[in-house]
């Protein structure tokens, strides 16, 4: 007997960054597998990858591990990601909008449903499309360290837990159970996608026409392409003259960029521009 699936739309990637313990990243599958999450993304585990430690603490989240895909940077394993939500319990120098669990999870299905196509009917909650152009992915770092400035500022949105100021900091596991349960507490609340569809579908109905020629958004990585070509330009023309604050400026740059959200057109037009100026002596 066939079982419909668990939720109704594609949920987050989850992309755990510099992970140490194989321990964790089974655990984290396992939560993965409660919540109906599927797609395990790893950037450089510490022992390797596959590893012996992982699959008991996964039980029968096997078959996420399995599938379990690794990637030497964060640019390459968010190839087709479009909004990265990072998580962390450490205040950050860069401006970045803070939201809690619970907000990201609202903002991802709304952001999927907007970019669902309408079929006419309105009594029918439709599948995720294929050629859907928002896909999103939750950013975990390692147990030590957490997350690096340097990751921080490709994420759209940091995600922060209201837990108690005293001991807020969470196994790797634990705050990965947290995303994806709110997830679906938004995603498989039957209450939650009739309020969503009531509010988003009719929108789209009246946008479908107009809405039809744009251009999908850029992903992480093609966003990471762009940022080495300008900064390698603006290393060229000299302008990081102080080397000492050159990281601080170039992080502000990329997050300047990362706000303005750009389509792959938009970044085909920045790309053309730098392409000018570098012809330029």
């Known amino acids: 007997m066939n079982k419909s699936p668990f939720l ?34 790893l950037i450089n585990p510490r022992d390797g990858w596959p590893n012996s430690d992982a699959e008991p603490m996964a039980t029968h989240a096997a078959d996420i591990l399995k599938t379990t895909t690794v990637y030497k940077d964060l640019a390459s394993s968010c190839f087709d990601i479009t909004h990265l939500f990072a998580t962390t319990a450490r205040p950050r120098e860069l401006k970045k909008t803070v939201i809690n669990p619970r907000m990201a999870a609202q903002k991802c299905v709304d952001y999927t449903l907007r ?35 340097d990751e921080i500022v490709f994420a759209d949105f940091i995600v922060e837990a209201n837990l108690n100021p005293d001991s807020n900091s969470l196994n790797l596991a634990q705050a990965v159970m947290i995303m994806c349960w709110e997830f ?15 509010e988003v579908f009719p929108q789209a109905m009246l946008e479908k026409v107009k809405q039809k020629n744009l251009k999908s958004a850029a992903t992480i ?26 990281p601080t400026v170039k992080r502000n740059l990329k ?27």
């Open 221 to 246: 990585e093609e966003q990471k392409y762009f940022f080495d070509r300008f900064e390698m330009l603006l290393e060229n023309k000299g302008f990081f003259s102080a080397q000492e604050k050159a």
């Open 8 to 41: 109704s739309l594609v949920p987050p990637v989850i992309i755990l960054s510099n992970p140490q313990l194989g321990e964790n990243i089974g655990a984290s599958a396992r939560a993965m597998k409660n919540c109906g999450f599927t797609d395990l993304r």
């Open 115 to 149: 970019d669902l196509p309408f079929d006419g009917n309105m009594q029918k909650y439709p599948p995720q499309a294929n050629g859907n152009t928002f896909k999103a992915a939750y950013l975990f770092g390692s147990e030590r360290m957490g997350l690096t400035n």
């Open 255 to 281: 997050n300047f960029f990362i706000k303005a959200c750009f389509t792959k057109q938009e970044l085909l037009t920045w790309h053309g521009i730098l392409t000018l100026f570098s012809k330029q002596k």
């Open 184 to 198: 679906v507490m938004i995603a498989a609340s039957p209450e939650a996608i009739n309020e969503t569809q009531e």
